[in-house]
């Protein structure tokens, strides 16, 4: 599954985030460090389901489908509040960036409104710049990198020169631990012309500029502006965007809020969408109401609460994701207990028939014969590079 890291400084939002994507109720409150270790739990990207253009009603087993809306599953990870010089150890230090060492892409969440000084303790809003926030944060990625370099230095020059293990493939295992691309260890030795320099003669500045490629190519960050629902935000994120960075607008208290009431029955309100109906009126009260209007005008503004956004951009944009449907029976669409669309996969883009029959399961992919488009009704052979929403039938040999 999807791995996606919400990190931040503290008490900006990153468990309030993290709550309204997985339903999960964790502790949230005004002061840094009210989480101290990591929340794991299950969000969802949200994408139209082809239940509608089949015209079947679906039933899901791998994902959920409420109204022709497919909900698929990707891991979400909730760290405690990074400080400056977490990487040495300052606040609760860096054992937990660890915690996200498997992240494909990791958000990173800072407070739109200024209502938080850099150390994250509660600050008027508008009194802190959240342009500065944006850069420790890569540095502390870095230098945790960095760290991990170092502290296995020892057994790199080891494997190095006197086991005569490819210098790619040492660094490779010392970065066993944190989802990385070999190919990227490959192209960084390569630009940082490192390829040829011993490991002995690699300068503290080699070293870094090694863990910031790496860092850059195979740990993406998405910015979330959180705290959109505080009037002085909107103003915050236009310099954002003015100094040339790409963030999304998020208010991670909306969406919680939605969600809670829509499961409460008390509104009508699907992650994602663009609005809400209330359907219970004699439940909501004054305040609620006060609440419930400043999140309507949000909404209509930005199209939704941004959350649902975010996590799609993450996966669609960032990690160029696409959505595929296996199924068994190509003209029933079910699967072996007669499930209609059962399941719903995000796969990389470029991901070929055979790869993906490999995703579902090993001897799928060793017993492939070929595969059915089940909408063009054609067979596609093991090399076809599979399409977002394609729905397709693997045939085997027995
Ligand atoms: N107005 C507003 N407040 C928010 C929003 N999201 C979070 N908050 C508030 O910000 C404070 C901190 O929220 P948390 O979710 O605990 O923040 P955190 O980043 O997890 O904090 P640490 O665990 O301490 O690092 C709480 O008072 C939340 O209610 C939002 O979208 N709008
Ligand atoms: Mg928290």
């Known amino acids: 599954m999807i791995e996606i890291g919400i990190v931040g400084k503290p008490n900006v939002g990153k468990s309030t985030l993290f709550s309204a994507l997985t339903m999960h109720e964790v502790p949230i409150a005004n002061y840094p460090f009210t989480t101290i270790d990591a929340n794991i739990g299950v969000g969802f990207v949200r994408v139209d389901c082809v239940c509608h253009e089949f015209g079947v ?3 899901p087993r791998n994902s959920c489908c409420i109204e022709g809306k497919r909900f698929i599953p990707v891991k979400v990870i909730d760290t405690a509040g ?8 300052r606040g609760l230090g860096n054992q937990f960036l660890n915690k996200i060492s498997m992240s494909d892409v990791i ?30 944060l890569e540095r502390e ?9 170092e502290d296995n230095w020892h057994s790199l020059e080891k494997s190095y020169f006197h086991r005569k293990i490819e210098l790619s493939q040492a660094l490779y295992s010392i970065y066993s631990g944190v989802k990385i691309d070999i190919q990227h260890i490959e192209s960084a030795l390569e630009k940082l012309d490192l390829k040829n320099k011993k490991p002995s003669s690699w300068t503290r500045e080699d070293k870094i500029n090694l ?17 959109l629902d505080i009037p002085i935000s909107e103003k915050n994120l236009d310099r954002i965007k003015d100094a040339g960075y790409n963030i999304i607008p998020i208010s991670a208290l909306a969406e919680l809020t939605l969600r809670k009431l829509a499961n409460d029955g008390v509104i009508r309100y699907i992650p994602g969408d663009s609005n809400f109906k209330v359907i219970n009126s004699n439940a909501i009260t004054d ?8 999140i309507s005008r949000l909404m209509q503004k930005f199209n939704g609460t941004g ?7 993450a996966v669609f944009k960032i990690l160029d994701m696409i959505v595929v449907y296996p199924v068994r029976d190509p003209n029933k669409l079910t699967d072996r207990d007669g499930n209609v669309l059962p399941d719903a996969y995000l796969v990389k883009r470029g991901t070929t028939l055979k790869e993906f029959a490999g995703i579902i399961h090993s001897d799928l992919a060793k017993n492939i014969l070929y595969g059915i488009d089940v909408r063009r009704k054609v067979r596609i052979k093991s090399d076809y590079v599979l399409r977002n929403n394609d729905v397709i039938s693997i045939v085997t040999v027995k």
């Open 57 to 59: 009603k679906d039933n």
């Open 82 to 89: 990074l400080v400056p010089d977490a990487w040495r150890g």
């Open 107 to 136: 958000i990173h969440v800072i407070d739109l409104a200024g209502s938080t000084d850099i150390e994250g303790k509660p600050a008027p809003p508008g009194s802190h710049d959240p342009l500065e926030d944006i850069h420790f």
């Open 141 to 149: 990625l870095v230098m945790w990198l960095y760290k991990i370099l």
């Open 211 to 227: 863990a910031k490629y790496i860092l850059i190519n195979s740990k993406p960050i998405l910015l979330a502006g959180n705290k």
């Open 287 to 294: 305040r609620m109401e006060k609440g419930l209007t400043i």
């Open 307 to 313: 959350v649902q956004s975010l996590i799609n951009y």
